[in-house]
T-cell receptor
Framework: GDSVTQMEGPVTLSEEAFLTINCTYT??????LFWYVQYPGEGLQLLLK?????DKGSNKGFEATYRKETTSFHLEKGSVQVSDSAVYFC??????????FGQGTELSVKP | DVKVTQSSRYLVKRTGEKVFLECVQD?????MFWYRQDPGLGLRLIYF???????EKGDIPEGYSVSREKKERFSLILESASTNQTSMYLC?????????????FGPGTRLTVT
């Protein structure tokens, strides 16, 4: 079945460091891909998405490119801030319209 | 602004009690979902619904049931709460959009069963 694998956390970075969170997937067909973010004590918010191969999603300085050849959707940010501390979830949409989530990666940014 | 609301942010119940978690969306979305979130396990789908009075089992439906009497409301029911149902419960909704299936989430209900 469809699945999503994310790099394990927690990831701890200093402010202004470069961030990469790896995400790879297995899917039937051509799913849409998503990154969601969960700040402490809150629900999930959509961070960015890509609906077809080679699309780049971007928002708030974060970017991810839909790579069909490597079945990946890695999240990157050039300079993280303390306010980026959160849990990040990679997800794909299956043929029935459900989302399949990775296990989440906790990011902690220190000043 | 799109909105999904859940009836409680925090809930404490006793073992054996019947528990109702309510979710309401104001976006006229067809699809609604219930997940539970546990550390290290990510989000796991409990039940979902593509239309009023319609429901489908997700990956972990045991011990739960749902009700969708109106399009905007999707309720999760724990018939007899147990301690292993202590978790964060998240509700989501999405339109029928084959280009993305983007889901919108509520703030979550942290349920503790003692």
């Amino acid at each position: 079945g469809d699945s999503v694998t994310q790099m394990e956390g927690p990831v701890t970075l200093s402010e202004e460091a470069f961030l990469t969170i790896n995400c790879t997937y297995t899917a039937t067909g051509y799913p849409s891909l998503f990154w969601y973010v969960q700040y402490p004590g809150e629900g999930l918010q959509l961070l960015l998405k890509a609906t077809k191969a080679d699309d780049k999603g971007s928002n708030k300085g974060f970017e991810a490119t839909y790579r069909k050849e490597t079945t990946s959707f890695h999240l990157e940010k050039g300079s993280v801030q303390v306010s980026d501390s959160a849990v990040y979830f990679c997800a794909l949409s299956d043929l029935g319209g459900k989302l399949i989530f990775g296990q989440g990666t906790e990011l902690s940014v220190k000043p | 602004d799109v909105k999904v609301t859940q009836s409680s942010r925090y809930l404490v119940k006793r073992t054996g009690e019947k528990v109702f978690l309510e979710c309401v969306q104001d976006m006229d979305h067809e699809n609604m979902f219930w997940y539970r979130q546990d550390p290290g396990l990510g989000l796991r789908l409990i039940y979902f619904s593509y239309d009023v009075k319609m429901k489908e089992k997700g990956d972990i439906p045991e011990g739960y049931s749902v009700s969708r009497e109106k399009k905007e409301r999707f309720s999760l029911i724990l018939e007899s709460a147990s301690t292993n149902q202590t978790s964060m419960y998240l509700c989501a909704s999405s339109p029928v959009d084959r280009d993305s299936y983007e889901q919108y989430f509520g703030p979550g209900t942290r349920l503790t069963v003692t």
